[in-house]
């Protein structure tokens, strides 16, 4: 994993030290000498590099990616291959997971986990506007700055891991407790899966545990095809009802009962962190109603 500390990268990124490592890459922190500045370099590992076809999908999200220009979404500014090495270069983000903020919280307050949750569908409207659907949406794949705003990693990677994984295997486990469920039968993905995986972390936010839970990947990915998670006020008092509504609406196991977009979930989001006593009515097809003041 460390052989690539202290090579030089096309002549200007040096590999500095390790700072992550995925199902399918090893991130690096390096020194651009071109530029004069720190930056990530996401190095796909060995047995990615071997698959001709892998490669080529690889270069071509990565790509498609580095279009992307959101500030809630880690900037890639570069996408290359060195000799036998293929890597993306990003911004070097200086926070925590999401995920390592919840280990220390437990869970948030309704109004920290609105104002990630916000941010997070900002960026997946930017995506979903330019055809990108993240498909691995959670709490890993999401940094927090110092200033508390938040950043999207990952966009269109996902769809490679889930190519080289034929099988929900233990390495999916970390995902498995946010997929979709169209996701888990293997079944057409779109942007409301995006929706879907953003519920499952609000309501990780809001509870301090995800939806489902179980002791392979499987028995986790068959409950988020049955749905019948329990409400998150009856896991943790004083979470307004709206907020709830957003979060489970967001989850609904039929997508055509979903969010159709996340500008319509954002809209009603907005409209909630406006008004906090507000409850929602939603349509058979899933879009919203009405509002009116929570009795």
């Not at 490669?55 to 498609?64: D, L, M, N, P, W």
């Not at 997929?179 to 409301?192: L, M, N, T």
């Not at 009802?241 to 489970?248: A, F, K, N």
Request: proline share 4%.
């Amino acid at each position: 994993m460390e052989n690539y500390l202290g090579r030089l990268l096309d002549n200007r990124y040096e590999i500095l030290e390790v700072i992550g490592t995925g199902g399918m890459a090893v991130v690096y922190k390096a020194l651009d000498h071109r530029l004069n500045r720190l930056v990530a370099v996401k190095i796909l590992k060995d047995e990615f590099s071997r698959n001709q076809e892998f490669r080529r999908r690889f270069h071509a999200e990565s790509q498609a990616v580095a279009m992307l220009s959101h500030p809630n979404i880690v900037s890639v500014y570069d996408v290359s291959r060195s000799g036998d090495v293929d890597y993306i270069v990003m911004e070097l983000i200086e926070g925590i997971t999401l995920k390592q903020y919840l280990e220390k919280k437990g869970c948030l307050n309704w109004r920290e986990t609105l104002h990630f949750a916000m941010q997070i569908a900002k960026a997946l409207e930017h995506a979903h506007s330019r055809g990108i659907v993240h498909r691995d949406i959670k709490p890993h794949n999401i940094m927090i700055l110092k200033d508390g705003s938040i950043k999207v990693a990952d966009f269109g990677i996902a769809r490679l891991t889930s190519a080289a994984q034929a099988t929900l295997t233990q390495e999916a486990l970390g995902s498995v407790h946010y997929i979709s469920p169209e996701q888990a039968k293997g079944a057409w993905v779109d942007d409301r899966s995006d929706l879907y995986s953003l519920g499952v972390v609000m309501y990780e936010m809001l509870t301090g545990r995800t939806p489902y839970d179980g002791e392979t990947p499987v028995s986790v990915a068959i409950q988020h095809i049955n749905g019948g998670a329990p409400l998150p006020s009856t896991l943790v008092t004083g979470i307004p009802r709206g907020l709830e509504q957003i979060t489970m609406h967001a989850m609904a196991s039929n997508a055509d009962e979903r969010y159709s977009s996340a500008t319509e979930m954002l809209r009603d989001m907005e409209e909630f962190r406006k008004n906090p006593s507000l409850t929602f009515v939603y349509g058979p097809g899933g879009q919203t109603l009405r509002q009116a003041p929570q009795a």
